[in-house]
């Protein structure tokens, strides 16, 4: 099966989901998460009609999509892992958003370089959930005090938020994860009432991605489903 032809069943199935839960699939964006995957397969997934991209690692994002962003400028870069300070102003300067901002430090960091952007850098703020790697912020009210330090942060935009869900077969387990994060959307829609800034709802992956659509996510990070062979 070619990526094209991955993508084209991700999409029953999304379009599937949708249908059941009540919803619009144009209310879900498809991400591919292209990490440790070839120029070549971006390349094909992006004729497949794949316009987001998920990165875990700066110097692989930055080699892989550095000609391919200019050729294709509707192309949008997320970085998606674990970011370390020292890494924050190549991300900052590179990536569109940085879904992955797990920690009021990075925060700072990230803020200290982007008056050198053209536009501002979009912030998905990582609550955690449940998921063994165990980053993002492990309470709400850190979640909420990281939401107000980035509203104070020129040139930063809060777009959302991001979770992993546990890697388990318990959906039930699943969907209470996912449910912590709209829970989390809807107080910072109360406090911050902005609501564009949190439209973002970065949840589901190649393993949970059904149960993710029924719970409100707005983007899916898909990476085995679309590379593999």
């Known amino acids: 099966m070619s990526i094209t032809g991955n993508i084209a069943k991700v999409e029953e199935r999304i379009q599937k989901a949708c249908d059941l839960s009540g919803r619009k699939r144009d209310e879900i964006i498809l991400m591919g998460v292209s990490k440790f995957m070839p120029l070549n397969a971006v390349e094909e997934a992006f004729r497949a009609g794949i316009e987001y991209f998920g990165e875990s690692r700066v110097q692989e994002g930055m080699e892989k999509f550095d000609s391919f962003k200019k050729e294709h400028p509707q192309v949008s870069l997320h970085m998606i892992g674990s970011l370390q300070r020292n890494k924050a102003k190549q991300a900052s300067l590179f990536f569109d958003c940085i879904q992955s901002a797990d920690r009021w430090q990075l925060i700072e960091e990230l803020a200290k370089h982007v008056p050198a952007r053209n536009k501002p850098l979009e912030i998905l703020l990582e609550l955690h959930t449940g998921e063994e790697t165990k980053n993002g912020f492990s309470s ?89 062979d």
Request: aromatic share 8%.
């Open 140 to 228: 709400l009210d850190e979640l909420y005090k990281a939401a107000q330090l980035t509203l104070e942060k020129t040139g930063l935009k809060p777009a959302g938020l991001m979770t992993m869900a546990p890697f388990t077969d318990d959906t039930e387990e699943i969907r209470a994860s996912f449910r912590q994060l709209v829970k989390a959307q809807s107080e910072l829609r109360r406090r911050f009432p902005v609501k564009e800034n949190w439209n973002c709802l970065s949840m589901g992956m190649s393993n949970d991605f059904e149960t993710a659509i029924e719970e409100g996510s707005t983007m899916l990070r898909i990476g085995s489903l679309i590379f593999k």
